[in-house]
């Protein structure tokens, strides 16, 4: 049998992530539960149960919030156990796959209960659409043929890993750095004008200077990325 990862908050995320993929969810979706485990990762709740099936609820929790309608309970099982179990078949339906699934359904509930029903959080794929759909006008070419929006997309996903990002920033100004982050690895140069185009479009106050400090943040705590000269801190000017 796979030995299973221990379940750090990244391995959690990690293993949404992945499953999230086989599943065809929305980033949106993935994120929300990722967000919901961050949250309970605080609470008395992540020492008391198992935590994967804490982040698998999580998941089928999130698929019914944005109404993925396409994605059964059973499939969110499959996924993950796939993810956390890659050189075994698909679980049968049986007496361990009920078992799972009739766990999974009470742990719903929990998650539920431990946050208050309240299970929305914002959105930072919002802005980074209105930002992707801005600049691809200046340069069409560039942004489909390097998929300049897939990898936006995905880079944003990522970023849950590190939720202290969302924490601590406005999710306009995470968006915005992701964007500069994927041009600056695809060598795109935008046009270049009197101020940023994050200040000329949106008459945005974030600087340049603090974008570059969240790219460094995006670099060594989602990617892990060893850079010359260490990041400075999110909250610093």
């Given at each position: 049998?796979t030995e299973i990862?221990?379940?750090?908050?990244?391995?959690?995320?990690?293993?949404?992530?992945?499953?999230?993929?086989?599943?065809?969810?929305?980033?949106?979706?993935?994120?929300?539960?990722?967000?919901?485990?961050?949250?309970?990762?605080?609470?008395?709740?992540?020492?008391?149960?198992?935590?994967?099936?804490?982040?698998?609820?999580?998941?089928?929790?999130?698929?019914?919030?944005?109404?993925?309608?396409?994605?059964?309970?059973?499939?969110?099982?499959?996924?993950?156990?796939?993810?956390?179990?890659?050189?075994?078949?698909?679980?049968?339906?049986?007496?361990?796959?009920?078992?799972?699934?009739?766990?999974?359904?009470?742990?719903?509930?929990?998650?539920?209960?431990?946050?208050?029903?309240?299970?929305q959080f914002e959105?930072?794929?919002?802005?980074?659409?209105?930002?992707?759909?801005?600049?691809?006008?200046?340069?069409?070419?560039?942004?489909?043929?390097?998929?300049?929006?897939?990898?936006?997309?995905?880079?944003?996903?990522?970023?849950?890993?590190?939720?202290?990002?969302?924490?601590?920033?406005?999710?306009?100004?995470?968006?915005?750095?992701?964007?500069?982050?994927?041009?600056?690895?695809?060598?795109?140069?935008?046009?270049?004008?009197?101020?940023?185009?994050?200040?000329?479009?949106?008459?945005?106050?974030?600087?340049?200077?603090?974008?570059?400090?969240?790219?460094?943040?995006?670099?060594?705590?989602?990617?892990?990325?060893?850079?010359?000269?260490?990041?400075?801190?999110?909250?610093?000017?």
């Amino acid at each position: 049998m796979t030995e299973i990862p221990k379940a750090t908050f990244r391995n959690l995320a990690v293993l949404l992530i992945r499953a999230g993929i086989r599943l065809r969810a929305r980033n949106r979706t993935v994120c929300s539960a990722i967000m919901m485990v961050n949250r309970l990762s605080k609470t008395d709740l992540i020492n008391d149960v198992c935590n994967y099936t804490l982040a698998t609820a999580c998941l089928t929790v999130a698929v019914k919030q944005m109404e993925e309608n396409h994605i059964g309970i059973r499939d969110v099982i499959n996924s993950v156990h796939r993810v956390l179990h890659p050189d075994e078949k698909m679980m049968e339906i049986g007496e361990q796959f009920w078992g799972i699934r009739y766990g999974i359904a009470r742990m719903e509930f929990i998650v539920l209960r431990f946050l208050s029903f309240d299970i929305q959080f914002e959105d930072p794929f919002v802005p980074l659409a209105l930002y992707l759909d801005a600049l691809r006008s200046w340069l069409p070419r560039e942004f489909q043929e390097k998929q300049v929006i897939e990898s936006c997309n995905a880079v944003m996903r990522d970023c849950f890993t590190f939720p202290r990002l969302f924490e601590e920033r406005k999710v306009h100004e995470i968006a915005i750095a992701v964007l500069c982050f994927v041009l600056r690895g695809k060598d795109i140069e935008l046009p270049r004008t009197s101020k940023p185009w994050f200040q000329k479009l949106y008459k945005s106050s974030l600087s340049s200077r603090r974008v570059r400090k969240l790219e460094k943040v995006i670099a060594t705590e989602v990617y892990g990325l060893q850079l010359e000269e260490s990041p400075e801190k999110i909250k610093s000017n």
